[in-house]
């Protein structure tokens, strides 16, 4: 079973510009959520997706972070524009239900 | 709100070493506790998911515990060996918040 697909992994770009994150769940996962992983700090959800639909994005900042789940698949995060404090980690997961998560590789955003 | 704390922050020990992680959390009412493990630059790797109504699991070398009413859990590994070096998260999932919250990590080195 092939696990969770992310890209980029590693991504560079200056303080406002844009930069966008892709993420290919499991087969079958129906739950996808977005996480943000400061460096020395555990994950914090961003979004969470229950097939297309947004169930939570309360810790989503939403002036400057989208995302969107066409056809209730893959997902796309993105940040425009991009201050420096959003370098980070970023994780896509994703669970049959409410259960068990698998993580993907992460894509390590570096804003200078 | 749902507050999770691991302790010790870094760990090390000399391989063959048995050893033990500790997390705890503050709301008691979850519905599942994971242990993940992330290697430098990488993603997360579900462990043990313990549910509430478990008191612990078991997956070769490693056993999670799990106290729901006093807020703990520990990670047992045994005969540790230098390829189990790592950061470990603790995460629980329910409480007053329906997502996964994670604590910050223990770092542990087991020196050959």
């Known amino acids: 079973e092939a696990g969770v697909a992310q890209s980029p992994r590693y991504k560079i770009i200056e303080k406002r510009q844009s930069v966008a994150f892709w993420c290919n769940p499991i087969?079958?996962?129906?739950?996808l959520y977005w996480y943000q992983q400061i460096l020395g700090q555990g994950p914090k959800l961003l979004i969470q997706f229950q097939n297309n639909g947004v169930v939570d994005d309360s810790q989503l900042p939403k002036d400057r972070f989208s995302a969107e789940r066409l056809k209730g698949v893959d997902s796309t995060l993105k940040i425009q524009p991009a201050k420096l404090e959003d370098s980070a980690v970023y994780l896509c997961?994703?669970?049959?239900?409410?259960?068990?998560?698998?993580f993907g590789p992460g894509t390590r955003l570096t804003v200078t | 709100k749902q507050e999770v704390t691991q302790i010790p922050a870094a760990l090390s020990v000399p391989e063959g070493e048995n050893l033990v992680l500790n997390c705890s959390f503050t709301d008691s009412a979850i519905y599942n506790l994971q242990w993940f493990r992330q290697d430098p630059g990488k993603g997360l790797t579900s462990l043990l998911l313990?549910?509430?109504?478990?008191r612990e699991q078991t997956s070769g070398r490693l056993n999670a515990s799990l106290d729901k009413s006093s807020g703990r859990s520990t990670l047992y590994i045994a005969a540790s060996q230098p390829g189990d070096s790592a950061t470990y998260l603790c995460?629980?999932?329910?409480?007053?918040?329906?997502?996964?919250?994670f604590g910050t990590g223990t770092l542990l080195a087991v020196q050959p």
């Open positions: 087969s079958g996962h129906a739950t």
């Open positions: 997961a994703s669970s049959l239900d409410w259960d068990e998560q698998y």
């Open positions: 313990i549910q509430s109504s478990q």
């Open positions: 995460a629980v999932w329910g409480g007053a918040t329906n997502k996964l919250i």
